[in-house]
Every structure is written in C-alpha cells, then in structure tokens.
T-cell receptor, first 112, second 115 residues
Framework: DSGVTQTPKHLITATGQRVTLRCSPR?????VYWYQQSLDQGLQFLIQ???????AKGNILERFSAQQFPDLHSELNLSSLELGDSALYFC???????????FGSGTRLTVV | QQQVKQSPQSLIVQKGGISIINCAYE??????FPWYQQFPGKGPALLIA?????SEKKEGRFTISFNKSAKQFSLHIMDSQPGDSATYFC??????????????FGQGTILTVHP
C-alpha cells in the first residue's frame, strides 16, 4: 500500500456521461498530481494542486476539471465522456514540489 | 523541449544478466531524474532518483548513471531477476520555474527477465 488511495478502482460508463475520481494523498503530503496513462500517450500530466490551490496544468481537456479540498483530498471530474477518454487515471502526492512522488493504484476508466 | 526519450521500448534479459535502459532529455532546467517501476494493475513506484550534482547513484542492484553534458541518464539493473520483470519509466522535473514539479515521463521500457 503506497499510502495514496484512489477510488473507485474500476469505472465503466457510457459516452456523454460524467464521472468523479477521488484521491486521498499520503498523510502529510500537500501536493496532489493527476496523470492519465494510455497505451498510445504514455503517462501524461493533467494537473497539480498544492494545499488547495491549482499550481500547474498540463494537457488537461476543458471537459475535465479538478479540485483539492481543505482536508487535502482531491477529485478529478470528467464530463461529456468520449471513447478516447478510456484510460488509467493516477493520482500521486508529495510533501513538496520538485521531489519524486508516490502514486496510487489508479482508476481504470472504460467508456463504452 | 519538454520531452524525455527512452529506449529501448522492450528488453529481454536472462536471469543474472544486466539490464540497461537509457533516457535523454532536452530541457536543461530539469534537476531531478527519478526512475519508476510499474507492475501490471499497479501504479508506478519510485525506484531510485538522481540529481545532476552527482554522476552515479547506486541502491542495491539498481544504479543510475548521469551524464549532464550529454543530457543523458540510464538505469542499470545488475543480476536481473524474474521478479524485476515490469515496465520501467524514466522521468524528469525541475523544482523551479513554471513546471512546479510536473514529471515528464519517458515512454517506458517493458523488461522481461527469463529464468
């Protein structure tokens, strides 16, 4: 157990729907990062939050949004889902920016 | 300039052999270079990392070699074991600037160690 908890582990939904992925970082970690992993694109950075504030954005679609709550857990919201959004979504956390971080086990999203 | 290029895409090694995976980067602002190991159905796990002020770092059977002038770094797995069979990712980041710790990953190397 890495200490980073992601729920749900698997999600199957239809095109056009909206889903929410949840992440609880390791105790004491203030930074939360979201990554998308697909076979053709590899691990792609989506967005980072630090202590509740958005810090950096990567290749995150406008249909996707995220937030980090006061208790430091984070949620990634994916809307108007398309078949191409099917992927593994990982959350990671770190104590501070700039160090290696710890990944959760991911949420496998399948859009049908 | 943000790319990290990793090779080979796949690697087959006999038990006891040496596995070598190479990465090259372009962004000279990168100052932290971790390697991650990923097993099927799991998230990437930090294996070993290096900063550019040293040329080599060793932890057990795993060694990172770093060549700052060539902007290359590599992972060596000595005495490779079947349990090392996994996908390995190199990555790079910089603490400063606007990247704020975003990791840029290589495309991954699938390592298979035959018994």
């Amino acid at each position: 157990d890495s200490g980073v908890t992601q729920t749900p582990k698997h999600l199957i939904t239809a095109t056009g729907q909206r889903v929410t992925l949840r992440c609880s970082p390791r105790s004491g970690d203030l930074s939360v990062y979201w990554y998308q992993q697909s076979l053709d694109q590899g691990l792609q950075f989506l967005i980072q939050y630090y202590n509740g504030e958005e810090r950096a954005k990567g290749n995150i679609l406008e249909r996707f949004s995220a937030q980090q709550f006061p208790d430091l857990h984070s949620e990634l919201n994916l809307s108007s889902l398309e078949l191409g959004d099917s992927a593994l979504y990982f959350c990671a956390s770190s104590v501070r920016t700039g160090d290696g971080y710890t990944f959760g086990s991911g949420t496998r999203l399948t859009v049908v | 300039q943000q790319q990290v290029k990793q090779s080979p895409q796949s690697l087959i090694v006999q038990k006891g052999g040496i596995s070598i995976i190479n990465c090259a980067y372009e962004n000279t602002a990168f100052d932290y270079f971790p390697w991650y190991q990923q097993f099927p159905g799991k998230g990437p796990a930090l294996l070993i990392a290096i900063r550019p002020d040293v040329s080599e770092k060793k932890e057990g059977r795993f060694t990172i070699s770093f060549n700052k002038s060539a902007k290359q770094f590599s992972l060596h797995i000595m005495d490779s074991q079947p349990g090392d069979s996994a996908t390995y990712f190199c990555a790079a980041t910089s603490a400063g600037g606007t990247s704020y710790g975003k990791l840029t990953f290589g495309q991954g190397t699938i390592l298979t160690v035959h018994p």
